[in-house]
């Protein structure tokens, strides 16, 4: 990486407090948002969760290093703007990433925040400081990374292993905020401390998230809002009914036929649909019988009818990829001619159920003796509903399968033990890039790697792509990576689902992000006006 590739942040202007418009100071901040939420997270630690029940509340609690620019609904290393750094510079070599940070900005308990906190954030992730995390889903984002050292109070510089093209983008995820050195991870999980536009204010589970304007926030003239009320309503049809009837705000997640009953009793309501890039797949843990048999795998992968998936939950309107969101929405995925060739993928499902039943005959199984197994899932209707259709296509290859519902605080620590068989699982791309999607999934003993996938030639193939500056070559490295996820039974994915998300007409100033759900949570221009 020589000098004409070193970045330096031409945007740091605009977050700069002295070049606040006018005009946005002078807008009233009013008004108490009120988000019809979909489930109850085990704790509020943005570090410690995994799922956006507990990403998109507590995001405005925060700020990042950097963050992908609010109103760009596309992220990309373009829409990266400062935060709490002022700008960012690498070295020639693409070794060490240096931040100067902002000055004067405090903590929501008063403290200043210095450069000390980030390093004991990032000390955290990896594992090397004296707190420790009690789930750590994503060390391995981070296992390139050497050491954070400080520069005084304001400057800080990442010390990397080797160049990774992907670690600006990590930084700027919904999933890296700074956390505050003086506070224990313990507390954060209870009752987060940021720096953020809104404060926290109460967790009740299954019940609300509650946050409220931060009045000191470092940026002048925001938040707008007054505060954000996170009301827990797990069963889709309440929720969308607590949409109808104005009681909420804003709702994420709606589904094509909920969507039809959306425009039809309330037509003033603003739709918007985009992919969504969390793929619905399946796991299958490699490491018990009978599943630790390769030819199992194989036929649990022909028998699947990916579009049957996307036809009945999403009226053909979600996207068959691999592990990554396919174009056009996606930048890294495989395009759909590469992805109808993959092995169990195409039309010929009928053909592949055949060969499916012979391999199954071939270990043992068949008509006259059936493989019974549960399927595990998390207690979500997103998660249930492809499970009841998996057990019917299993049905096709002699394996009779029973729903096992996991409540959300179980169901992480559950397939983190790979304390299961088979699952229906939701895979989150929370940054549009190979680098966390591969090595928090795939690679060999990845915190995540739930189904104990392990291939040391697609780790090293993973490690290349991360290093390659062209893109054109790195897009090529990952479209193998992707085959060979395929081949091997990795996880299979399913589909990816079109999601859309409504609200009513006096929320202005929202944008919906197309290929992170994660990332464009924080929500400090928004405002509600009558």
């Not at 009978?290 to 649990?300: E, H, Y």
């Not at 990554?324 to 092995?343: E, I, N, R, S, T």
Request: overall charge neutral; proline content about 7%.
């Amino acid at each position: 990486m020589n000098g004409k590739l070193r970045i330096v942040a031409a945007a740091m202007g605009l977050l700069a407090p002295n070049l606040v418009c006018v005009s946005a100071l002078a807008q009233k901040s009013d008004g108490i948002l009120r988000v019809a939420h979909f489930d109850s997270p085990a704790s509020v630690s943005l570090l410690e969760e995994s799922t956006v029940a507990v990403n998109r509340p507590m995001m405005g609690v925060f700020n990042n290093l950097v963050m992908y620019k609010q109103d760009v609904p596309q992220n990309s290393p373009r829409s990266i703007v400062p935060e709490l750094a002022t700008s960012w510079a690498y070295n020639e070599e693409g070794t060490e990433l240096t931040m100067p940070l902002r000055k004067g900005v405090k903590w929501h308990d008063g403290k200043a925040f210095t450069s000390a906190d980030v390093k004991c954030t990032w000390d955290l992730l990896m594992g090397t400081g004296a707190e420790k995390l009690r789930i750590n889903p994503r060390k391995g984002w981070y296992s390139n990374l050497d050491k954070v050292t400080t520069n005084g109070d304001y400057e800080v510089t990442f010390h990397l292993k080797r160049p990774q093209v992907a670690f600006l983008g990590l930084l700027a995820s919904g999933w890296s905020p700074v956390y505050p050195c003086h506070v224990s991870p313990q507390q954060m999980r209870q009752h987060p401390i940021g720096t953020g536009p809104f404060k926290f204010v109460e967790f009740k589970p299954n019940e609300y998230i509650k946050i409220e304007k931060n009045p000191d926030y470092w940026k002048p003239g925001a938040p707008h809002l007054n505060g954000i009320e996170w009301v827990i309503v797990k069963n889709m049809s309440t929720r969308t009914l607590t949409f109808l009837a104005g009681k909420t705000d804003l709702i994420y997640g709606v589904t094509p036929p909920v969507l039809k009953q959306v425009k039809a009793e309330k037509p003033e309501a603003i739709c918007e649909s985009t992919p969504a890039n969390v793929s619905r797949n399946m796991l299958i843990n490699r490491a018990v019988p009978p599943f630790d048999n390769a030819d199992i795998r194989r036929a649990i992968m022909l028998t699947l009818d990916r579009k049957a998936f996307n036809d009945i939950l999403y009226e053909g309107k979600g996207t068959i990829g691999e592990a990554l969101l396919p174009p056009p929405a996606g930048l890294w995925g495989m395009p759909a001619d590469m992805v109808a060739k993959l092995p169990g993928y195409g039309d010929d499902v009928e053909q592949r159920r055949a060969e499916a039943r012979k391999i199954m005959e071939k270990v043992g199984y068949g008509p006259d003796k059936h493989l019974s197994v549960k399927i595990t899932t998390r207690d979500v209707s997103y998660y249930r509903d492809p499970a009841v259709i998996l057990i019917d296509q299993l049905k096709h290859i002699y394996i009779d399968a029973e729903l096992q519902p996991i409540d959300t605080t179980q169901w992480y620590p559950t397939v983190m033990r790979k304390d299961y068989k088979l699952a229906v699982n939701i895979t989150e791309s929370e940054v549009d890039d190979p680098d966390p999607m591969f090595y928090e999934n795939y690679v060999c003993g990845a915190q995540r790697n739930y189904t104990n996938y392990c291939n040391s030639a697609v780790d090293k193939l993973v490690d290349q792509q991360s290093v390659e500056s062209d893109m054109t070559k790195r897009r090529h490295l990952v479209w193998q990576i992707e085959q060979k996820l395929a081949e091997d039974v990795a996880r299979p994915i399913l589909f990816f689902p079109e999601g859309t998300t409504c609200w009513q007409p006096k929320l202005k100033g929202l944008t919906v992000m197309v290929n992170s759900i994660y990332n464009g949570s924080r929500f400090e221009d928004l405002r509600l006006e009558d």
